[in-house]
């Protein structure tokens, strides 16, 4: 029997024009198209993103954003269970997500879960533009240059590993802002920053730059992502 193709498929963070032609021809052609979504019945980003483009069924499936990493494997099993007779057989699944696919892509746990099902199948990935290189463009300025040293920094992180991060480095994006419980405390302790700049849900219709010190107030949105610059 033929492996089932696993796609991991980066869609860009939010604006159409941002997925790339080869994510196009992926999704199209695979057999099955699944989607995540933060909860049954949700809105999900990356299904907006190739709905723009694609008039193709998408199945949802739900990624908990919960830190019990047993319960959220668990309830991507009992998914992926239910929806077997729709991936038995089939030679290629591709999974949209925001952003870069390699980069915190959600498609990594749901692999994982996949792969203890059924080892024979196979992971592919098709990268796509990031959340950090929108929020450089919306800064309308280059994120590293030459020697410099530029960090990528998840807000889920222990805060003293996130000040011990950005410390080292000349330019940072910090993902999921909104994680970090004192984000104007860790942020300060290491700078100084002559720039502090943060995007919220960039590339979408209600996109939001917010500059200097009111990016630092904690964002409640999850689609958010902070550039520092030294
Ligand atoms: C699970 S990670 C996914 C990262 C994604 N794979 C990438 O390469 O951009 C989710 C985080 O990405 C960032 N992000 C993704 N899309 C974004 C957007 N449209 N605007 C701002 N930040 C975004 C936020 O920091 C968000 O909390």
């Known amino acids: 029997m033929i492996p089932i193709r696993f796609i991991a498929v980066g ?6 024009d941002l997925i790339t032609v080869k994510a196009l021809k ?11 979504v933060p909860g ?15 008039e193709i069924e998408t199945i949802p499936v739900v990624f908990p954003m919960i830190r019990d990493e047993k319960a959220r494997d668990d309830r991507l ?9 729709r991936w038995e057989g089939a030679e290629s699944v591709a999974l949209p997500v925001i952003g870069d696919s390699a980069l915190y892509a959600t498609a990594a746990y749901l692999y994982d879960v996949w792969k203890a099902l059924l080892p024979s199948i196979q992971l592919e990935l098709v990268p796509g533009v990031s959340a950090h290189s929108l929020a450089g463009a919306r800064a309308g300025r280059f994120l590293a240059l030459g020697a410099t040293i530029f ?10 590993a996130i000040v011990e991060a950005l ?8 993902y999921k802002p909104s994680a970090l ?10 700078g100084p920053w002559s720039e502090v700049l943060r995007v919220d849900r960039g590339g979408l219709p209600d996109e939001r730059v917010v500059r200097g010190d009111a990016a630092l107030s904690a964002p409640d949105e999850y689609l958010s992502t902070l550039l520092l610059r030294r």
């Open 11 to 16: 869609v860009g963070p939010g604006d159409p």
């Open 26 to 36: 992926v999704i199209e052609k695979a057999d099955l198209v699944l989607t995540p």
């Open 40 to 54: 049954v019945g949700r809105a999900s980003v990356a299904d907006a993103i190739i709905r723009a483009h694609l």
């Open 77 to 85: 099993r009992e998914q992926l269970e239910n929806l077997r007779p």
């Open 151 to 160: 960090s990528v920094v998840p807000g889920t992180a222990r805060p003293d």
């Open 167 to 174: 410390r080292h480095c000349d330019s940072a994006a910090l």
């Open 181 to 190: 419980k004192d984000l104007r405390a860790a942020v300060e302790s290491a």
